[in-house]
């Protein structure tokens, strides 16, 4: 068997949950193992509870409601404190696939520990494909993924003051 490769999902556009979804759909379909790791996120996106069902492990939450710039410093280290037991806790199970939603931002915010994100993408075992989605990556992030896709955005409906759709956004 192979290592496994390395999928990075990032930039400003829509579409980087997405497409680990239904990447996470098409190897659930195939009879393999899936882990999901949602970092800053409440756990209430609407594809969750379907990967449930269909026999994903889903990790997923964040000390309150707030975004990471009104967190006071205490609802940030109890964030980072989930974050880090919610990877830890992924990493001791089975999978084919491990899927880092928003690992990006995780680590760009001092949400999640740099040594723990590394271990859980450079030193996985073998055979396990790991997606990472966010914004920025990090530069090993980069340069550890077999796959790049940057989503960027031409055009988006917040820009005329839509905002965003349940079971469309989220």
Same mark, same amino acid.
């Given at each position: ?15 980087? +949950? ?25 756990? +209430? ?33 109890? +964030? ?30 001092? !949400? !999640? ?35 790049? +896709? ?21």
């Amino acid at each position: 068997m192979d290592k496994g490769l390395v999928h990075l999902y990032y930039g400003e556009g829509k579409g980087k +949950t997405t497409a680990a979804m239904g990447l996470a759909l098409r190897a659930l379909g195939q009879g393999m193992r899936v882990v999901v790791v949602q970092f800053l996120k409440s756990g +209430t996106s609407g594809e969750l509870e379907p990967l449930r069902r269909l026999g994903a492990a889903v990790h997923s939450g964040k000390a309150g409601a707030k975004f990471t710039f009104q967190m006071t410093g205490e609802e940030k280290a109890e +964030t980072a404190a989930m974050h880090d037991r919610m990877l830890r806790e992924a990493l001791t199970e089975e999978c084919d696939l491990l899927i880092l939603d928003e690992l990006c931002a995780a680590r760009q915010t001092g !949400l !999640l520990d740099e040594a723990l994100a590394k271990r859980a993408v450079l030193d996985r075992p073998t055979g396990r494909e790991i997606v990472i989605t966010g914004r920025l990556p990090e530069a090993w992030m980069l340069e550890a993924a077999d796959y790049v +896709t940057e989503m960027r955005c031409h055009r988006h409906p917040y820009e005329k003051g839509i905002a965003a759709r349940k079971g469309i956004e989220f």
